[in-house]
């Protein structure tokens, strides 16, 4: 095992994820409970004292819940942008508090980090790419779009985490009031079944190897994973790109922690 990944929860309740070396486990986000959080690395069988850091995408609620209660009890490094710090206004302990800068690589442990821009209404939303012995894992979801710049950031992931967030139709129809829906139909909203399936297209033309792509953030409200899976399987299948054979695709439950993933 190079890097694994495992979903603690997924969506607009709440979102935490786990990449893993054989050295080094990181947290992206904590937008579940703390108590969640250390349930679901113990059913994983994950080493606690492994656990490294807490990567920071953007400040919304659903993204920082437990912050400062998983800082504190396990004395955890904290890591997010200048901006996303000072719209946190979470307060830890200093020694625990690391910024990094959106677009430049870290390391933690063995595995490096290399944050990048995505598009979402927040202050400086990232997503993430991990690397580890030769493989990558990249995180991409809360962005209403994917530039050619994130797709060079991800073309080449051995596993990626891509937002299916809706599908236009339910949205559009559905009853969140008007002002929601602009907002995640917005370019700084959330991916569409559509839109996720435009990006793997250009990612498939771009870079043909072996992927695992996990769809992920969906919707209990616009979508559900059998609409996701199928709108994203029709739209690689009319390009003549097949499941099984060029890629492989898996859904992430909303609220139920996922299985473990390995490259």
């Not at 959080?37 to 113990?42: D, T, V």
């Not at 955890?76 to 000072?86: G, Q």
């Given at each position: 095992?190079a890097?694994?990944f495992?979903?603690?929860?997924?969506?607009s309740?709440?979102?935490?994820?786990?990449?893993?070396s054989?050295?080094?486990?990181l947290l992206v986000d904590a937008g579940i409970s703390?108590?969640?959080?250390?349930?679901g690395l113990?059913?994983?069988?994950?080493?606690?004292s492994?656990?490294?850091?807490?990567l920071?995408?953007?400040e919304?609620v659903d993204h920082i819940?437990s912050i400062?209660?998983?800082?504190?009890?396990?004395?955890?490094?904290?890591y997010?942008n200048?901006?996303t710090?000072?719209?946190?206004?979470v307060?830890i302990?200093?020694e625990?508090k690391k910024?990094?800068?959106?677009?430049?690589?870290?390391?933690?442990?063995?595995?490096?980090?290399?944050?990048?821009n995505?598009?979402?209404?927040?202050?400086?939303?990232?997503?993430?790419?991990?690397?580890?012995?030769?493989?990558?894992?990249s995180i991409?979801?809360?962005?209403?779009?994917?530039?050619?710049?994130i797709i060079?950031?991800?073309?080449?992931?051995?596993?990626?985490?891509?937002?299916a967030n809706?599908?236009?139709?339910?949205?559009?129809i559905?009853?969140y009031?008007?002002f929601?829906?602009?907002?995640?139909?917005?370019n700084?909203g959330?991916?569409?079944?559509?839109?996720?399936g435009?990006?793997?297209?250009?990612?498939?033309?771009?870079?043909?190897?072996?992927?695992?792509?996990?769809?992920?953030?969906l919707?209990?409200?616009n979508?559900?994973?059998q609409m996701a899976?199928?709108?994203v399987k029709?739209?690689?299948?009319?390009r003549?790109?097949?499941?099984?054979r060029?890629?492989e695709?898996s859904?992430?439950?909303?609220?139920?922690?996922?299985c473990?993933?390995?490259?």
């Amino acid at each position: 095992m190079a890097l694994s990944f495992c979903s603690f929860s997924s969506g607009s309740s709440g979102n935490c994820y786990l990449v893993e070396s054989p050295e080094t486990a990181l947290l992206v986000d904590a937008g579940i409970s703390g108590r969640r959080i250390l349930e679901g690395l113990a059913a994983i069988g994950s080493d606690q004292s492994k656990l490294a850091g807490l990567l920071v995408t953007h400040e919304h609620v659903d993204h920082i819940r437990s912050i400062r209660t998983l800082s504190k009890k396990k004395s955890l490094d904290v890591y997010a942008n200048e901006s996303t710090w000072e719209a946190m206004g979470v307060q830890i302990r200093d020694e625990n508090k690391k910024v990094f800068l959106t677009g430049e690589a870290f390391r933690i442990g063995d595995i490096e980090v290399k944050p990048f821009n995505v598009f979402h209404d927040a202050t400086e939303p990232v997503g993430f790419s991990f690397f580890n012995g030769g493989k990558q894992i990249s995180i991409v979801t809360d962005t209403g779009c994917i530039t050619d710049e994130i797709i060079g950031e991800i073309a080449a992931a051995d596993l990626l985490v891509l937002e299916a967030n809706h599908d236009v139709n339910m949205l559009k129809i559905g009853r969140y009031p008007w002002f929601l829906k602009q907002r995640v139909l917005g370019n700084e909203g959330h991916l569409s079944n559509e839109a996720a399936g435009e990006a793997l297209l250009q990612i498939l033309e771009k870079d043909q190897k072996e992927r695992r792509v996990l769809l992920a953030h969906l919707s209990k409200e616009n979508n559900f994973p059998q609409m996701a899976y199928q709108t994203v399987k029709n739209m690689l299948e009319e390009r003549e790109f097949y499941i099984g054979r060029h890629i492989e695709v898996s859904m992430i439950v909303r609220d139920e922690i996922s299985c473990v993933y390995q490259t």
